[in-house]
């Protein structure tokens, strides 16, 4: 015979068992817009049976149930879901770092514009072409003056924005390490906190969640692998080396190299070159240095090399200036300046100034009379001889016949120089193909162009797949508030009725201990 007070147990368990789903739901409403949270769920399960008590053993078929209970608070999550997401991210975090780098480059460009360089040097060969009109005309030579004055400015406003671009990448690649460095310990510390509760039985499901927010931020960052240890802790190493350990993590940071100038990565104290995500495109932006020793009259040196997007840019930019002062002082030095003639007339032995029209600005301050040619776009000045006297700009070329004031010929060889083909060399800032100098820049733009369409279509492309994955991750670990809304109701109507059954048992308890035996009276 089952006991009488059987079913007051049975509706106590359904009474907690319900409590402990509304307030799972309330948890999930309340975290609806919380970053990173997973949905939770009660799982329930009936409790376990027992054979029916009575007088004699019982044959009949089944146990007599006990009720229910809430075997653990699920969190609703998929981890292929979150291994896809972290490699997707780490694609993002590469080309839009990559696309942020290129388009600083486009911005400092401006081409085409009213106000680039391909302007200015345009501008700067039709001063040479109208000098030819009349060689001996001031306006003529104060035009040529100042439009060479705005192509050297040009030239080394663009290199130096450039450098100051490739210095930010550098400090933004530090802040970024430094940021890699706080979630790994951050992840170490919730490893700590999550391995002290899970043996007791526990289930932290919300460090779980704070710890999945720091691995899906860490993965913008660089490749990452995440394998799962003891007592609900998970084990992280960037590429291929040891970050986070259980409740410790290596240190990732950076340290000034003192030959590049450069900020090199250190991992665990040892050099760390990333491949992939946020620092890796940072540093190819920014450049990579190579030192290697050779060596020079006996003696051991170290000579550093760069690559990447900014060095390559600003040799290329470099190629460009060396190139065009070379032509344009060869030709220069060679000609016949209003000087030149002046001191011919009264000295026919006199000889030619040879004065070239761009100078190094680093040999200037060391020798105001020096004529060695512009090494670096950012250091290209104008001679200042000529600075001095427009006089000084040699329009003619001896021997050319006519007038010797009005003898236009280096002029017009200088403003043919447009048209020159320069030949391919194997310096180090020759042209690696034939080309015009014209030519060359707009190779440089196209180039830029295509570098710029190629990281917007992968930033894109990133986008939509990370974007797709993360739907399908919200669609397993995302809050529904119309579905928690009804499983409210389901688990309130639940309730409820658990509370009707213990009523109407506490009714028949009364009727049988208050009523019964009381026939008559």
Known sequence: MRSTFHLLEVSKRGLFAQQNALNTTGHNIANANTVGYSRQRANMQATRGIPVPGMNADRAPGQLGTGVQVTDLQRLREDFLDVQYRNENKRLGYWETRLDAVQKIEDI?????????????????????????????????????????????????????????????????????????????????????????????????????????????????????????EHGMVNVTMEGQELVTGRTSVPIETVRNEVTGFLDITLGGAEFVPTDGSLAALVQSRGIATVETVEVDGQQQQVVTYSGLLPDYKKALDTLAINLAREINDLHRTGLSLTDIHNQQNNPGAPLQD???????????????????????????????????????????????????????????????????????????????????????????????????????????????????????????????????????????????????????????????????????
Do not use: C
């Open 109 to 229: 460009m401006q081409e085409p514009s009213e106000t680039g360089l391909q302007k200015v040097l345009d501008q700067m060969w039709q001063s040479w072409q109208d000098l030819t009109q009349d060689p001996r005309d001031t306006s003529a030579r104060s035009v040529v003056r100042e439009r060479a004055i705005a192509v050297a400015e040009t030239f080394a406003s663009l290199y130096n924005h450039l450098d100051e671009v490739q210095k930010d990448l550098d400090n933004v690649l530090g802040v970024k390490v430094m940021e890699a460095n706080s979630l790994a310990r951050q992840i170490a510390e919730l490893n700590a906190q999550i391995a002290n509760v899970v043996p007791h039985g526990y289930q932290p499901n919300d460090l779980y969640d704070q710890r999945d927010v720091l691995l899906d931020q860490l993965s913008k960052l660089a490749a990452i692998n995440v394998t799962y240890g």
């Open 355 to 521: 004065l070239p029209f761009f100078v190094d600005a680093d040999a200037l301050k060391a020798d105001p009379n020096t004529k060695e040619y512009p090494t670096s776009a950012g250091k290209m000045v104008i001679n200042p001889a000529i600075l001095a006297s427009l006089d000084n700009i040699a329009a003619a070329q001896p021997e050319a016949g006519g007038t010797p004031e009005g003898n236009n010929q280096n002029a017009l060889a200088i403003a043919n120089l447009k048209y020159k083909v320069i030949p391919a060399g194997t310096g180090p800032y020759d042209f690696m193909e034939s080309s015009t100098i014209d030519d060359y820049y707009r190779g440089i733009i196209g180039e830029l162009g295509v570098t710029g369409q190629e990281a917007t279509r992968n930033t894109m492309n990133a986008e939509t797949i990370l974007g797709t994955v993360e739907d399908r991750r919200q669609s397993v670990s995302g809050v529904s508030i119309d579905e928690e809304m009804a499983n409210l109701v389901k688990f309130q109507h639940a309730y409820n009725a658990s509370a009707r059954v213990m009523t109407s048992m506490d009714e028949i308890l009364d009727k049988v201990i208050n009523g019964m035996g009381r026939v008559g009276l």
